[in-house]
Each structure stands twice: as C-alpha cells, then as structure tokens.
Nanobody
Framework: QVQLAESGGGLVQPGGSLKLSCAVS????????MGWYRQVPGKERELVAT???????NYADSVKGRFAISIAKAKKTVDLQMDNLKPEDTAVYYC??????????????WGQGTQVTVSS
C-alpha cells in the first residue's frame, strides 16, 4: 500500500526558513512528479511547487526565488526548502505524488498535510 509521510512544518518568524519533506512508502514502479500544494481556510488548494522524476521544476509566482523543491528518486522523497518566509505563506501544506504503480497503471496520492505558520 502506497502512502505519503510529510514532516517539517511548524512556526517560524517572518524572514525565517523551514524545510518540508515527503517520503513515499510502499512499492512503486516510478515517479511522474511530486509536489507541494497549500491551502488556507475558505480558499482552494493551490500549487506551490512541483518537480518531475527527471528534475524539471515548476513554481507558483508567489514563491519563486524563495522556495526550492528537490527530488531524490532513489529515496522516493521530495523536499521543499522555504526561505524568506512571509505571513502570507501560512497554510496547511500538502504533498502530492503522481506515481507509476506499473508500466500501465498510475495513481495520485496526497499526504495528510502539515501546518506552516509564519508569525512574529
């Protein structure tokens, strides 16, 4: 059974840094892409950053230059380094993985979410 486990959320002051990590457990054939999304109450979940299995990255405009996503395919993990955090980055952050379970089967998985709070 494939599951995602997230870690690294917490409380940080404006201008500070946090690193989120997400690990895939269970047997998979390959990784299409993994990424991070975030959601605040009353708003839709939004993309923060994604990275393909080949290392191609994509970022929301609001985090470009401040966040960096990286993938370690052998370890089946994705990290999100968040620097110069702002109060508007406060949200629940969710890991998403688009995985190949076999040559012919793919599926999406979501983590349980981790709270990031940026406040003085």
């Amino acid at each position: 059974q494939v599951q995602l486990a997230e870690s690294g959320g917490g409380l940080v002051q404006p201008g500070g840094s946090l690193k989120l990590s997400c690990a895939v457990s269970g047997s998979i054939f390959g990784i299409n892409y993994m990424g991070w999304y975030r959601q605040v109450p009353g708003k839709e979940r939004e993309l923060v950053a994604t990275v393909t299995g080949g290392g191609i990255t994509n970022y929301a405009d609001s985090v470009k230059g401040r966040f960096a996503i990286s993938i370690a395919k052998a370890k089946k993990t994705v990290d999100l380094q968040m620097d110069n955090l702002k109060p508007e980055d406060t949200a629940v952050y969710y890991c998403k993985a688009d995985l190949l379970l076999s040559v012919f089967q793919k599926n999406d998985y979501w983590g349980q979410g981790t709270q990031v709070t940026v406040s003085s």
